[in-house]
C-alpha cells in the first residue's frame, strides 16, 4: 500500500472480468485491496474469480464495496476513527469510509442518521465519539450537520458532502460549498468521496496511536 | 404602494439628480418612498433635493438605506417582524429588511451577530422572538442559522442569503443553496435581497394582525 | 410531526423494504407520514406493507405521492391554501405541495394551467383565490407566473421553480433566478420542492386561521 | 458597411486615441461610424478628432454612444423599429438599440419604464407601437417584458436581457434565461447587446419597407 | 392559435392518453396541433386516438413530430422561410423549425449538413436560399454556421444552437455562447428549440408576404 | 477560544474602528485575536487602538494579518506544523497558515515556492518537514503541489487552493477542483482560506503532541 | 480527407443503418473512414454492410471505434506518436487517439496506467518515449500527468482530459481545468476528444518527418 | 530556461520591488527573463533597476511585456511562428504570444484585425503564413478565427481564446469553449495565455527546424 493507505480500485464502468483482473493483480503485491461502487454484476464476478491461496472475499454490502484480503481483520494500529451520518440516505458513503478506516487497522464507532431530528438527538451520539480520534461526518442536502460536530467536539472532523438532494444543489454541491464557508474549522473531501475520508480520518488516528505508543 | 409594499428604489447605478427626480415623482402618488443601498454621494444630493410639504428624510445609515416620508411613524399595522443576522457583517441587509417591515407599519425586533457563537447563544435571542408573527434571517457564508431557527420556531422564516463569504460560493452562493436545500420548513429570498425578506414578512406579520382583529 | 409540519419520507433511491421500513419506523411516533416521489415498484411494497392498527394508505397518483395516516381527515385547523400551476406540466410538483397543506388540516384550491392561455384565462382563476391565506404558485420554464401573481394578490405567494423544460436553464433554473430576480414582493423554495411549498404555506394559513380564531 | 448593418466600434477597453484613429480610419470607407459604451475620457478625445470633411460628431449620451456621420439624418428606409423597457435601469441599453436602428435609416418610437408598474400601465405603450414592424424590448432582473410584449403583439419581438438586478442571476443571466425559455415565440441577443437587437428590428424593418414598396 | 403561431404540444414528459387527451382539447378550438418531441409509445397512441371529423394525423418522423390537422396544406402566406443544418447531427432539430413554418403557411426550402465541409460547399446552398424572407441556422458544437451565414445574406437570421456535442460546452451551451458572442447581427433561440426559430422565421416571413400584398 | 481554536476577525469589508472595537471586544474575553485580510488603513487603526494592559500589536506583513496578544509567544503546545508553498504568488495564504498556527502553540516549518522549478527541487524540502506532525500545502493555478505532497509523505496533508491564476478556472476553482478529484489521499479547504487550514493542522499537532506525552 | 486529417463519423446518437450510410458515402471519396463512440448495436450493422471492393472493416475494441479502410496499414509518414494515460479507465480514450495517429501513417507507442503509482514508475514509461515527435497524455480526475510529462519532455505535449471521476469537477471539469492552468508548456483538447488528441499529434509528427526527408 | 521554454514571470499581483527581486534572480541562472502583464508603476521599476552586466530592459508595449537578456536578439532557432489576431482588441495577448516566440530564437510573420472584416480579407493574411512551422490564433468573443484557420493550412494551429467580449460568455469562455468544440483538429490554450500560446508553437517550430537541419 501507498504510504499506509490500503489500495483500492473504483468499481464504476469496468467490465467484470476487467475489474477481477484487476483485483488480482493488485493481489500480487498487496495483503488486501477494497473494491468500491461495486455492481451487482461484478459482484458476481468477484465471487467467483480464483483468489490467490489465503485471500478472502468479504462484501460490505451497505458500503457497496467488496474487500479481497489475506487475513482480517487487519493488524491493529491502536487508531480510532468515528463515523456519523445526517441522514439514512447517507449512509452508503459512510460507510465506505468505514470500512477503508477498518482496513487500515482502525476501530470505528459510527452513528448514522444524527442530523436530521434535532440537535437534542445528536448529543448522545456525539457522547460516544468522545474518545475518537478523528471524525468522518456525511451529509448530503445542506450539508450542515460536519459543522455543528466540528463546533462542539475536539477531535479533527472531516466532512463528507453526500450527493442525495434534488434541485438546485442538490447532486452535493450545496453540502461541499456550505461546508467549505462553514465558520467552524474542519476540512472536506469531494462529493461522495467515502474512501478518502475514511482513509484521511485513519491516517490521523494511526498517528495518534503512535504518538501514544512512544 | 403596490398591494401595501412601500415603493422603493434601487440607487445602485442611478446617477444622484436621476436619483432625486425619481424620488419626488414616487413621492407625488405615495406618502413614502424607500431608497436602498444608497452611496455617501446620492445621500448628499437627497439631503439637498426640495422635499414636497409635510416630508420629511430619515437615513438609516446601518441599512445604507433611506426613507422620504410624509409622517412618520408610518400607521401602526400591529403586525410583528423578528429579524435575525448571523454574523456582523450580515448586519447592513437585515437592516434592510428591519426598514422595510417598519415602513409598513410593523414592530421590530432585532437580534444580530448570534449565529457564529455557538448555539447556547442562540436561545436568548430566540426567546425574545417568541411572539414574533414572522422571523427574517440573514446569513452568509455557509448560511445555517435560518434553518436552526426554523427547526425551533414555529413563526415562518424567510432566509436571507448574503455575500459575505470568499472562495467558493463566497458571494452568496453557498448560502442561498444551503437554504434551499434545508431539511427545514423555510423559505428564500435572493442574495441581499433584505427589501424583499423584510416586506414578505411584513406582509405575513399585517395578515395575522388583520386576523387577530376580525 | 416537527413544529407542526408532517413527517416526510424521499422515497427516491430508496430499497422498496427499506422505504416501508422507515415509512413504519416514523409511524410509531407520528399519526401520519407523507412518502415523496414514490416509484411504482416502491408503491407495491406500501400496499403489501403490515400498517399499525388504524392505519390506512392513502395513494395521490398525481402528486406521485402516498399518505399513511391514523385517521383521516387530519383535524380541520381552518387554514385555506391555494395551489396554482401554470402548465400542466407543472402539476404532479403542485399536486405535492397540496396533499402537504392538507396533512397539515388545511382546506385547498387548486387552479391548474392557467398560466400559458394568456393573462385574460388567469383572472376567473385568481378569483377563486381570494379567500385563501397562502398560496403556492408552480411554475417551470421561464417561471413567471408566480410574480404576475404576487403583484395582483394580496395574500403571500410562494414561488415553487419547476424542471419542466429543456436547453439552457431547463432543469428549473431558469425557473428559479426568474422568481428570485422578481420585482414582486415574493419567496421562493428550492426546484420541485412542492412538499417545502406546501408546508410553509400551511404554517402561514394555520398561523392566520389561529389568530381569526382569538 | 456590412449587408447595411452599420460600423460599430466596442469603445470599452480600448485607449482614447486608439479609439479616434480606428474611427477614422471606419470613416474612409464608410459613411457613418457607431461608437458604443464610450467613457467621458474617450468621448473627450473624439470631440477634439480632426474628423474628415462633411462629418460630424453626434454625442447620444443616455445611450453611451456617439455616432461619427457625413450627412445627418440618414437616408429614410421606411422601416419602423419601437423600443420598450422595463425598468428606469435599462434605458442605456435601449437607447443604443434605437441610435442603432435610426442610424440604419429607421423611424424610432421609444416606450419606457413600462414593466414595473403592473400590466395597466402597458396597455397605452403597446397601443403606441401598433404600427411598428419590428420590436425591441429590454428588460433586466427577472427579463419577463419581452415575453409579455410577444404575446399580445404581432410585431416580431427581439428580447434584450440587461445586467441591472443583484444577487444570483442579477447579472442578466436570469433575465437571458426567462427569455430563451419564454413560452411566447420571441428571440434573444446577448445581454446589454443593444447594437445587435436595434440592428436585427431594423433589418426586419427594412425588408418589410422595401416589400412594402414592391 | 395565438397570434398567428401554431398551438404546439411538448410531449416529453407526458403519458401517451394525457398526450392524446391535451392534444384533442386543443382540436377543438383549433385548426391544427403540432406534437413535439414525440417518441414511439406516444406516436402508437396518436395513431389510434378518434380523431374529430375531417382531422388527419401526420407523422414528420425526422422531425420527431407530429401534426394533427384539419385539412392540410395550410393556406399558403406567401413567406418564404430557409432552413439550414450545419451537421446531420442537427436535422431533427432543424426539421422541427421547417415542420412549424410550414404549419404557419410558409413555403420552406431546406439545405442540411452543409456546415462541416468548408466554406466551398457552403456557397451554393446559400444561393439556393437567395429569395428566402428569413433563414433558420441549426448548428451544433461550435456553432459557427449561423454567424457566417448572417456575414454573407440579406436575409434575417435566427441561430438554432443544438445538443450534438460532447466535453465541455457539448449540450448546445459552446453553440448558444458563440451564437451570442457573434460578431454577426442574428438572433438567438434556446439549444434545440426548433418550434421557437421556426415560428419566429415564420412571423417575419408572414409579415414580409403581407407588405408584398400591399 | 473556541475548542482551542483561536478568535478571529475577517476584517474585509469592516469599518476601520468597528474593526477595532470588534478586535477590543473579542479581547475581553480572549488571551488573542487574529485579524485577517487587513488592509492598511485597518492596520492604522489598529496601530492607534487603546490597547488592554499587557496587549500588544504584532503585524505579520507577508500573511496581510495582525495579532492581538497578551504575551507571546503562545504557549508552546509541542505541535509541528510544516507550510509549503508551490509558488511565491502563494505567500500571503500561505503566511496566514503559519501564523495561525503559532497562535495555537505550534513549532512551524516554511518552505515556499517550491513547486514550479521541477520535482528535483522539492526533495529537500519535503525532508526538512520530515518530522511534522501536520502539512498544509497551498497552491494556485492547476493546484498540484499538495498531491505530489500527499503521495510522497506520511504526515496528513491540509490542501490550500489559491486564487492567483487568469482565465478559465483562474480563480482557485482549477486548484480547488484538482485537488478534490486528487487520487492521493488528502483534504482540502475553502480557497484562500490559510485561516482553516493553518487551525486545522494545528489541531492535528496538536493532539500528536498530547498523544506523545501521554 | 480534410488536408491530411482522416473522415471521422462520431457514431453516438446515429440510428446503426444511418451510420452505415454515411460512412459509405464517405468511402466514395476518401480512402478511409474513422468511426469513433460504437456501440455494439451499430458495430453489428457496420459488419453486415456491404463495403466497396478493396474496403475492410478493423474493430478497434478498446477504443470504441472502427475504421473501415481501402489498404491497411496506411503509408507510412515517419511521424512517431507516443500516446500516454495516467490510469486504466483512461484507456478506451488514448486509444482513439492511437487509432487515429496510425491512420495517418504514424508509427506509435503506447504507456497505459502509469499516473497512479508514483513517479518513479514514470521514469521508465518516459525513456521509451524518447524519440517520438509529439505526445498524447490522457488523464482524468486531476489531470496532473500531462503537465508532469511536459515538464519532462522536450516534445510537444497534447493534454487530453478524460470523464473518469465523479463528485464535482469528475465529468473532466478538473482535468480540463488543471491542464488549461499548467505552468508547464502544453496545450488542450476538449473533454474525451481522443480523436483531436490524436490528429493533432500526427499532423506535427508529419510534419517533423516531413522536415528530415528534406 | 526549463526544457528550452523561456522563464517567465507574471507581474500581475507582485509589488513592483519584488517583481524587480524576482526577476534578477532569475537572470542569474538564465541568459533572459520575460515578464508578463506588466503595469506601468512595474514598468518604471524595472527601468529603474540595476541590471546584471550585459543585461538589457527591452519594453514590448503592445504586448504589456518586457524582457531582460544578456544578448537580444536570441540565436536563432531556424523556427518560424505566424501569429493571427481576430480583432483589434485582441492583439495585446497575441503579442504576448509572438515575443515569447522570438525568445525562443523564432522569426515570427504577424496578421492582426483579419478575422472581423469577411473571409475574402482573410485570404491575403493566409498567404503570407504559408511558410510557417505552426500558428497561433488569436480571437475573442465567439472565437471562431481558429477553426477556420485550422481549417484552410497545413501548419498545427493553437487556439488564443481572449477575454474581449461582454455579457454571456464574454470573458472568454464563448470562445474557449467554441475552440474545444471545433470541428477542426486543432488545440487550445487557456484564455488570454499568449505566452502558452507562443512558447508551443516555438517549441514546435523548432523541431521543425532541426528536422530540416538533420
Ligand atoms: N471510491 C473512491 N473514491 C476515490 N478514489 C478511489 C475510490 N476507489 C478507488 N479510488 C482510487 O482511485 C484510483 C484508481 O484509479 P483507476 O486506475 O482508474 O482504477 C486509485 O488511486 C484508488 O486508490
Ligand atoms: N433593495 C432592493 N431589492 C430588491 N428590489 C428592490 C430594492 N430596492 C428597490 N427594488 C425594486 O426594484 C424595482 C426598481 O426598478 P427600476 O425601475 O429599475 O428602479 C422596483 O420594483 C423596486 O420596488
Ligand atoms: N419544442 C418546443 N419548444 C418550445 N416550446 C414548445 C415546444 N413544443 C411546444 N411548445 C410550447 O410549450 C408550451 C406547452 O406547455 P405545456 O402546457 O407544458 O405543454 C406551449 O406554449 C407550446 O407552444
Ligand atoms: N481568513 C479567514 N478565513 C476563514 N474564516 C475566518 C477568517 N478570518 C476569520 N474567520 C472566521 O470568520 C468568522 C468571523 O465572522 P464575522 O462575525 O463576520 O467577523 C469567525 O468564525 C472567524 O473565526
Ligand atoms: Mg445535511
Ligand atoms: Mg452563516
Ligand atoms: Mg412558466
Ligand atoms: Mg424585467
Ligand atoms: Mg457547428
Ligand atoms: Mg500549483
Ligand atoms: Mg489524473
Ligand atoms: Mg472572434
Redesign the interface.
Same mark, same amino acid.
Given at each position: 500500500d #501507498?504510504?499506509?493507505?490500503p489500495e483500492a480500485i473504483?468499481a464504476?464502468?469496468?467490465g467484470p472480468s476487467?475489474l477481477v483482473a484487476?483485483a488480482l493483480s493488485f493481489l500480487e503485491a498487496s495483503r488486501a485491496v477494497l473494491i468500491t461502487r461495486v455492481s451487482p454484476d461484478q459482484l458476481a464476478a468477484l465471487r467467483e474469480a480464483p483468489l490467490p491461496a489465503g485471500a478472502e472475499l468479504r462484501v460490505e454490502a451497505r458500503a457497496k464495496a467488496a474487500v479481497i484480503s489475506k487475513g482480517w481483520p487487519p493488524e491493529p494500529s491502536g487508531g480510532k476513527v468515528g463515523v456519523l451520518s445526517a441522514g439514512?440516505?447517507d449512509i452508503p458513503v459512510a460507510e465506505e469510509a468505514r470500512v477503508t478506516a477498518e482496513m487500515m487497522g482502525c476501530k470505528t464507532a459510527v452513528e448514522y442518521d444524527v &442530523?436530521?431530528a &434535532?440537535?437534542h438527538r445528536l448529543f448522545p451520539s456525539l457522547e460516544k465519539m468522545h474518545d475518537m480520534?478523528a471524525l468522518v461526518v456525511a451529509a448530503g #442536502?445542506?450539508?450542515?450537520l460536519p459543522?455543528v460536530v466540528a463546533?462542539? $467536539?475536539?477531535?479533527?472532523v472531516?466532512g463528507l458532502p453526500v450527493?442525495?438532494?434534488? &434541485?438546485?444543489?442538490?447532486g452535493?454541491?450545496?453540502?461541499?460549498? /456550505?461546508?467549505?464557508? /462553514?465558520?467552524s474549522? $474542519?476540512?472536506?473531501?469531494?462529493?461522495?468521496?467515502g474512501f478518502?475520508a475514511g482513509?484521511?480520518a485513519a491516517?490521523?488516528a494511526k498517528?495518534?496511536?503512535k504518538?501514544?505508543n512512544?
Amino acid at each position: 500500500d #501507498r504510504i499506509g493507505v490500503p489500495e483500492a480500485i473504483l468499481a464504476e464502468g469496468k467490465g467484470p472480468s476487467d475489474l477481477v483482473a484487476i483485483a488480482l493483480s493488485f493481489l500480487e503485491a498487496s495483503r488486501a485491496v477494497l473494491i468500491t461502487r461495486v455492481s451487482p454484476d461484478q459482484l458476481a464476478a468477484l465471487r467467483e474469480a480464483p483468489l490467490p491461496a489465503g485471500a478472502e472475499l468479504r462484501v460490505e454490502a451497505r458500503a457497496k464495496a467488496a474487500v479481497i484480503s489475506k487475513g482480517w481483520p487487519p493488524e491493529p494500529s491502536g487508531g480510532k476513527v468515528g463515523v456519523l451520518s445526517a441522514g439514512t440516505a447517507d449512509i452508503p458513503v459512510a460507510e465506505e469510509a468505514r470500512v477503508t478506516a477498518e482496513m487500515m487497522g482502525c476501530k470505528t464507532a459510527v452513528e448514522y442518521d444524527v &442530523g436530521v431530528a &434535532g440537535i437534542h438527538r445528536l448529543f448522545p451520539s456525539l457522547e460516544k465519539m468522545h474518545d475518537m480520534d478523528a471524525l468522518v461526518v456525511a451529509a448530503g #442536502r445542506e450539508g450542515t450537520l460536519p459543522a455543528v460536530v466540528a463546533g462542539l $467536539m475536539e477531535a479533527p472532523v472531516v466532512g463528507l458532502p453526500v450527493s442525495t438532494g434534488y &434541485g438546485a444543489g442538490g447532486g452535493g454541491e450545496a453540502a461541499l460549498l /456550505s461546508m467549505l464557508q /462553514s465558520c467552524s474549522v $474542519m476540512v472536506v473531501v469531494n462529493i461522495d468521496a467515502g474512501f478518502v475520508a475514511g482513509a484521511f480520518a485513519a491516517k490521523i488516528a494511526k498517528m495518534a496511536a503512535k504518538c501514544r505508543n512512544m
